[in-house]
């Protein structure tokens, strides 16, 4: 699904989606939007209202939120010692807001089962705004190359240790089939968090019409089903030409390190979503762990999964934040060349078979 600002005109139907962005047009668009909302709030001076950025908002794809439902997440305290600031009461009521709530924070993010998000869709609408926080994002890299092991050797073992006093081979010990075994020679991570805009972009699917769902329309239609198993989840993504830094990492490693095996480059991903539950007490029962056991030892699950995900399907994939990355592919490189070139490490031996004491 492609985000969208504007919708289509009355009477206009679109053929088809139109192309995701390119990473240089989604920074463009976001350094223009940063300077116009510069240069507005200069001239207008401090009587100034809040700037309208389109693109950065929590709800830039659909109708924005009043001012009365806007709800910072981190405000500054006042350090004067006076009267309390406005700022100070929007902390406060956000404070008060989620301690009445039930919710946790796990490696995927937030997740909440509370009554009231289940029965209030400003009261989700809220939740949903204010853990919106950015991805935690890393880049994982790794080297390795793949050995041989010729016929009746194997890796010694613990077990070993009499028999290899006995026979004078430390590391190998007879017995064992030829097999290829994989040997990383380098493992390291690089963070992108830092580099992310610490602010998504909430945008819904689009429609059959091309038109993108209302985002309250949504969030009403949640509360209101009688649902028993329903669930609502926000899809996060961090936008980034992933590819192009999979190269160059690869080309860095082997062209100017001199790593000459493989090289794998991933970018695991966390709190990468917001989930809210039902908090009947059936959806309660199902997603509770002896559930799931029971479950899959009974082969229930060949029946219930399916189910879940029939009842949920109403609400999959409509709701999506994006976070651009503010550094480019080229320049995230360079500014980890150090670091990884002082990580890259490996055994010079000759390639082939490996043996044993005894088998050179």
Known sequence: MTPTTTGASNGEQAAEAPAPPSYDDVMQSVHEGLAASSSAAAAAGPSSAAPASVEMGPFSASKPAAPSEEQPLLVPVSSSGGRPTAAATAEQSSRDFFSSLEYKRTSKGYSSSDPLLNTDARALRRFITETNERPRVTVVVEGSHMEERSPGMRPRRDSDAQQDQQQGGPYWNQGGESCREKVVDFRFSLELTPFIHDRGS???????????YDIDAILQD??????????????KRAIWDYDAVRQQIIAFIRGTVGYPHTVAVTFPMENDRISIKTHSAIGRVWRHPVTSFLCFLTCACLVGWPLRRLATQRWRNKLMSDFVVLVAPHDYVQRNADFMRSQVTWARVPLGIVHGPGHA
């Not at 909430?202 to 993108?212: F, K």
């Open 202 to 212: 909430l945008y819904t699917a689009r429609q059959r019409s091309g038109e993108p």
């Open 222 to 235: 949640y509360v209101g089903a009688e649902n028993v198993l329903k669930e609502i989840v926000v899809q």
